[in-house]
């Protein structure tokens, strides 16, 4: 297994981990567990904190939530979507041993469910 994980965005190359010092901090912030912090990962802010969190150890120009938002920003501007920034967020957690690839799997499963549930209402809508 890699030392962390990569998100290249356009010609800069984020290297990503969460180490203890930055899950303890991170579990501060969001009165919970970083594991249980996971299903609130739709929300900006939170995915902004556990971005900041994998980033401000390895990456010189991440030194606060507010650059961490910048980098969702390039990342969405170079056309990419924030839900899929989700994936690398739970390849980070895998990675930095918080979690097994079982707990990925079932979370991509529920997501794909709920996905389509939402198209199904779309669509009823739009009908």
Partial sequence: MKPYIVLNIGEKEYRLRIPA???????DKLNCSVVDGMNRLCEIRVLAKYFYA???QLNDDVKTEGDALAVIDEYTMQGN????LYDVILSVMENSGYIKQE????SKKITAQMQEKLMEK??????
Avoid: F, G, W
Wanted: a negative charge.
């Fill in 21 to 27: 010092t930055s899950a303890i901090e991170l579990e």
């Fill in 54 to 56: 994998a980033a401000k």
């Fill in 81 to 84: 979507k924030v839900e899929d």
């Fill in 103 to 106: 707990a990925i799997d079932m």
């Fill in 122 to 127: 779309q669509s009823a809508l739009l009908s």
